[in-house]
C-alpha cells in the first residue's frame, strides 16, 4: 500500500469545498483555498502512517477513509474511526509537529484538502484572522474527538 497521490488545484466554486468549510465565508473560503492542495487516494492506499512526521492536515472532501491503530499483542491494526466526507484528518500531529498516532488508509477513492505547515505560516503572516479561524476549528473538532474517546475509555472501566 504506497501513497500515489495525484495533485491538482483546489476550486472554490466546487460544493464539495463549500460544505467543507460551511463554517467560512465565501470570500474566506476562496482565499484559503489558494493555501490548499487537493490530494486524491486510490482504494487501499495509505493517506498517513503511524510513527510519520508529515507536515500536513488534510480536511476530505470525497470518500471514506479507515483510521487504524497498531495493537501491541498481535502486531496487527484495529479500525478505530471511519471518517467521511467532511472530517478532519491529521490535525494532532500538525499542531504538535509529533508523529502520526494512527495509519490512514483510503477505504475508496478518496480526495481531501492538504494544508501544509509551511502553507499555515503563510496564511498567520497574510491574514491571521482566517488562520485563527482555521485553528479554532481544529481545536474543536480535537475536542470532540477527546470528549469521545473519554466516554469510550469509561464505558470500557
Given at each position: 500500500m504506497n501513497e500515489i497521490p495525484h495533485y491538482s488545484l483546489c476550486d472554490s466554486s466546487s460544493e464539495d469545498i463549500r460544505q467543507a468549510?460551511?463554517?467560512?465565508?465565501?470570500?474566506?473560503?476562496?482565499?484559503?483555498?489558494?493555501y490548499l492542495?487537493?490530494?486524491?487516494?486510490?482504494?487501499?492506499?495509505?493517506?498517513?502512517?503511524?510513527?510519520a512526521s508529515e507536515d500536513y492536515v488534510g480536511f476530505l472532501i470525497e470518500g471514506k477513509l479507515a483510521v487504524k491503530k497498531?495493537?501491541?499483542?498481535?502486531?496487527?491494526?484495529?479500525?478505530?474511526?471511519?471518517?467521511?466526507?467532511g472530517a478532519m484528518v491529521g490535525e494532532g500531529g500538525f499542531?504538535?509537529?509529533?508523529?502520526?498516532?494512527?495509519?490512514?488508509?483510503?477505504?475508496?477513492?478518496?480526495?481531501?484538502?492538504?494544508l501544509s505547515v509551511q502553507e499555515m505560516e503563510k496564511l498567520i503572516q497574510n491574514n491571521p484572522f482566517l488562520a485563527v479561524k482555521i485553528m479554532k476549528r481544529m481545536l474543536y473538532?480535537?475536542?470532540?474527538?477527546?470528549?469521545?474517546?473519554?466516554?469510550?475509555?469509561?464505558?470500557?472501566?
Open positions: 468549510f460551511n463554517f467560512l465565508s465565501k470570500e474566506e473560503a476562496e482565499e484559503l483555498c489558494s492542495e487537493l490530494r486524491e487516494f486510490e482504494d487501499d492506499v495509505i493517506v498517513m502512517q503511524e510513527g497498531k495493537t501491541g499483542y498481535w502486531d496487527k491494526h484495529i479500525i478505530i474511526a471511519i471518517l467521511e466526507k499542531i504538535d509537529s509529533g508523529p502520526r498516532s494512527s495509519t490512514i488508509v483510503a477505504m475508496e477513492p478518496s480526495r481531501l484538502l492538504a473538532i480535537m475536542s470532540i474527538r477527546l470528549r469521545k474517546a473519554g466516554e469510550r475509555i469509561s464505558e470500557l472501566l
